[in-house]
Nanobody, 113 residues
Framework: VQLQASGGGLVQAGGSLRLSCAASGSVFSVHSMGWYRQAPGKERELVATITRRGSTNYADSVKGRFTISRDNARAMYLQMNSLKPEDTAVYYC?????????WGQGTQVTVSS
């Protein structure tokens, strides 16, 4: 599975961004997808995940502000509202096939105060 993330950028606090992740390859074997982020000097952390059946899971820090969605097996999105400076990070999309993980390149999100 190949993943391509896009949609990052610079936004003021309180603003919104929508990230996209395009998947190609053996996408019909993917059982869950997700977004992770890594801020400078910090470990990569879970932002949100979504299963093939549409079940979602969010980090407490983004609940009520971010929404993860999937159009089909080839597209995943992260709508980010009410952005905060602490949301600044490189955001990565992830796909799981059984125990195998696949990662896309990151997209930078910078939130100015």
């Amino acid at each position: 599975v190949q993943l391509q993330a896009s949609g990052g950028g610079l936004v003021q606090a309180g603003g919104s961004l929508r990230l996209s992740c395009a998947a190609s390859g053996s996408v019909f074997s993917v059982h869950s997808m997700g977004w992770y982020r890594q801020a400078p000097g910090k470990e990569r952390e879970l932002v949100a995940t979504i299963t093939r059946r549409g079940s979602t899971n969010y980090a407490d820090s983004v609940k009520g502000r971010f929404t993860i969605s999937r159009d089909n097996a080839r597209a995943m999105y992260l709508q980010m509202n009410s952005l905060k400076p602490e949301d600044t990070a490189v955001y990565y999309c992830n796909a799981m096939i059984l125990q195998d993980e696949y990662w896309g390149q990151g997209t930078q999100v910078t939130v100015s105060s």
